[in-house]
């Protein structure tokens, strides 16, 4: 039975439309996703979540790939992208609720080193437990090593952890550790079933 729930940020806790954010500093769609594809597609960015490369390295790696017409706005993408993670409300209702119930939670995010100059954005921080960033690690999810990190960082039992991710991959690998785990799509009513399923008191509705 689960009594301590794990939270994913982006797509969880916080969205990052990031097409909306790229069409910002270009004149079309087509340039949008360009900038899109240099810059969030790219293996420096997750390099950059492993905490391996500069946010400066990737805006350089990026403007290789790019037209000269867009590098200017990829530099306005790197300087703003945080200014687009905007919180979801359904999950920090269920957080909220959560932890009045007195459930123990936790973060584990892919991550950047920026992430301490957005983290106020997440409504429940000052309600979690612990956090574990991929970037501190210098490893990603879905590597094995970092959910065992997580265990033994905050003296987590596996099998009483109900994990929230919106990636298969990680969600599948946070199962093969042991966790309870649900890929969030979107549909709050049924990730509250699932955790009722596994033990943990969250409210059919809000």
């Not at 983290?119 to 574990?132: D, M, Q, T, V």
């Not at 919106?166 to 990730?191: K, P």
Request: aromatic share 10%.
């Amino acid at each position: 039975m689960a009594n301590a729930v794990i939270f994913d940020m982006g797509g969880i806790l916080l969205d990052f439309p990031m097409l909306e954010l790229t069409a910002a500093y270009s004149g079309t769609a087509e340039d949008a996703r360009l900038l899109d594809q240099a810059i969030f597609k790219s293996p420096e960015w997750v390099a950059l979540d492993r905490g391996l490369v500069s946010e400066e390295q990737v805006l350089a790696a990026a403007r290789e790939r790019l037209p000269e017409r867009l590098h200017n706005g990829a530099a306005q993408v790197i300087r703003h992208w945080d200014e687009y993670l905007f919180p979801k409300p359904e999950m920090n209702a269920l957080a909220r609720e959560l932890d009045a119930k007195g459930i123990p939670l936790y973060l584990l995010s892919n991550t950047s080193a920026r992430f301490y100059q957005f983290r106020n954005k997440i409504e429940i921080w000052p309600l979690l437990r612990g956090a574990l960033l991929s970037f501190e690690e210098k490893l990603l999810k879905p590597d094995p090593e970092l959910y065992r990190r997580l265990f033994s960082r905050f003296g987590l039992a596996p099998g009483e952890c109900f994990f929230i991710d919106d990636l298969h991959l990680n969600v599948e690998a946070a199962r093969w550790c042991g966790m309870e785990s649900f890929r969030y799509q979107n549909d709050i009513t049924r990730l509250r079933a699932a955790l009722r399923e596994a033990g943990i008191p969250a409210a059919a509705e809000c």
